[in-house]
């Protein structure tokens, strides 16, 4: 017989960076596994937290004992937690900071349970004369549990319209038994989806299945085939089809699968068709749920019940016990970066963990990723491609108007081209409907001229250089480059050179100028959190209430509205100029996107985009829907600079109220790693953030490129060590940073 550890390394919530041992005592030893919820003395207190590793021997010579076990079982595989250890080297976290990540705040709770109702039903044995004597209410309980059966109880309350005296007294005098239940609670109860069956495939997408089964089958075997497939197939080619179809099979292989979708497109219309093909044994996780549905969902995925998981982010982590495949829908999206601790990006954690899982792992888009694609290129992913819409209707027309040849016109303000107008015209007289978009991702800072359109940008980074107002200068902010703000305009000598911010209430207030007869909707963050709500501002769209809906990024992900014929892309350079090295890549992705919007109807659609750069690449190849065209010129320039996908980008975020501390300390950093930095790794100065100030907090960076995470990693990790910060001061750590904001 083999005999069981008497160790256990606990990682305590919320306690220090590393694990702690504890001696497992006689009395809960066999009820304790890798993954257990645990409760364990720490100082004065009993404090909960899980065990990670189990094992014989410890360092320190007299351990504590573990206080007690909680719950049943294990709350994570063993699988998972080795994914933790890789999330927390990877990204630099604490184990304990990950585990929380990977289990909802509503499942680690203690004492959250499932809901628990009381049924009562009548008493085996109970006869006619025992009923006899009943007063009347005791009767006509009993009467309606006849009727209809076991009921619970608040239920059986209403319906006989009593308190719960009666049913107490027959309880005790033996004629009805109460039992305790426990209660799912299910988000999508109410809800009639219709069931829907596999369709017939298109050529292409029978191929791509095949691609996806080759990689399962890869999974089981040990060559060196590739366990991710690419597919890139534009808006409406089928992709989800292939999923579905693809989930399909791993059931038959009795394993399960998770669908990641951002939490933006995960939508009603979505989850149905996840849960119109399978059922009860999908499950749904977003940050929608109530705690209660959250924890339900949870259980039931980890006791097998549901096997189909579909979820945003944190829904990676799902507790599928034998998984067959992992799909990241739109794995292009930002928003599978977490940008909180632990800063970990969902597509790559999916990736890793097919690669321990041995499990299949798809990434769709119609604009994959510069990483993905150059994984693709280089055959570490197998790339499957859908070329053409389902329906065969055909992609919209774009049309790239050049706002420096505009004249300036009081009524338009500098917002609506006549080209525009005159296309906004024509939808309203035919009764077709009109989305004008702002690609403002929440704040814009770089400095463009009005009149010509010149940005000032980096010689060194190609990035924008970020304006800071409070010392009136112009910083690159990945080389830590600094100059005054010049006094005109450096391309047309102009002298109103200097930023004016667009919005979409302008947008609005112009339309309505211009346009006084037709119903127009602005939906942006600032509207949405007031008066109408998301789905009612989309619902009067649908039915044709509003003639023309005004926009940021939220209505630009899989919606579709079939008598949308054109949409306006108001001002393609807010996205063009972020001081960002992915800025080209993000509208090029961004303008795709919109482009998909149009056109999903009947009548074919138009897409006119406004900007101050014509001929910028990511316009021109977004214009002629030439992803790879534009995705090899990128990956040169990327190449050049080191850049991601060519080497990995980590941010040091230094924050606190007193700038001279943050910026000290920021410093004394940076020249740190500096001093100890190799060849291999490049590190930045100092500087402030493109956004220096959050809630009043001043904000520094320190950026590190490299083609080796790991040297780059123990560099950060050394210079960390002996780094005492006063204070009031913070410092984080960004790995694979997405937003340099
Ligand atoms: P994507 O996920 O790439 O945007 P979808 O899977 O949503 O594409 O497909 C777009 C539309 O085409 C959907 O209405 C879908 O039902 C339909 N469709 C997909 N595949 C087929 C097929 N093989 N035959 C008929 N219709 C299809
Ligand atoms: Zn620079």
Known sequence: MTKMPTIARVAIDNGPDKLLDYAIPAGIQGRIAIGSRVTAPLGNAIRPGYVVEMTDESEFPKLKDLHGVVGRGSFLTPKLLELSDWVSQYYMASREQVLRAFLPAAVRRKGQAHKVVTIVSVAEGVKAEDVEALTGRQLEVIKELRLHGPTELQELLRKCGCSVSPVKTLERNGLLSLQREERMRNPLAGNTILRTKNLDLMPEQESALADIASAMAACEGSGGEPHVVLLHGVTGSGKTEVYLQAIDRVLAQGKGAIVLVPEISLTPQTVERFVGRFGARAAVLHSRLSDGERHDEWHRIREGKAD???????????PLGSLGLIVVDEEHENSYKQEDVPRYSARDV?????????????????????????????????????????????????RVVDMRLQSADEKRRGILSPDLIEAIRLRLERAEQVILFLNRRGYSSSLMCPNCGFVASCENCSVSYTYHRTEE?????????????PLKCPGCSDPGFKYSGIGTQRVEA????????ASVQRMDADVTQRKHSHASILGEFRSGKTDILIGTQMIAKGLHFPNVTLVGV????LSLHMPD???????????????????????????????YTPFHAAVQAARRLEYENFCDQELEFRKELTYPPFGHLACLLVRGKQENKVSFCASTLASRIQKKAGAEVIVADAVPAPIERIRSEYRYQVILRSVSAVKMRELINGAMKDLSLPKGVHCSIDMDAVSLM
């Not at 189909?308 to 799902?318: E, K, N, Q």
């Not at 200068?473 to 703000?485: A, E, T, V």
């Open 473 to 485: 200068s112009l910083i690159c902010h990945l080389c830590g480059d600094s100059r005054k703000l």
């Open 350 to 398: 999916a990736v890793m963990r097919g690669h321990i899982e041995r499990c299949a792992v798809v990434l769709g888009s119609a604009t994959p990723s510069l990483e993905s694609w150059k994984n693709a290129k280089t055959g570490k992913y197998k790339l499957s491609v859908l070329p053409r819409r389902a329906d065969d209707r055909k992609m919209p027309m774009m």
């Open 581 to 611: 090295f992915r800025a080209g890549e993000r509208t090029f992705q961004l303008l795709a996107q919109v482009a998909g919007r149009a056109g999903r109807g009947d009548v074919s659609g138009e897409v006119i985009v406004q900007t």
């Open 570 to 573: 108001v001002f393609a350079d």
């Open 510 to 517: 112009t339309v309505k100028a211009c346009f006084p007869h």
């Open 308 to 318: 189909i998981v579909i979820g945003a982010r944190s829904a990676v982590f799902a």
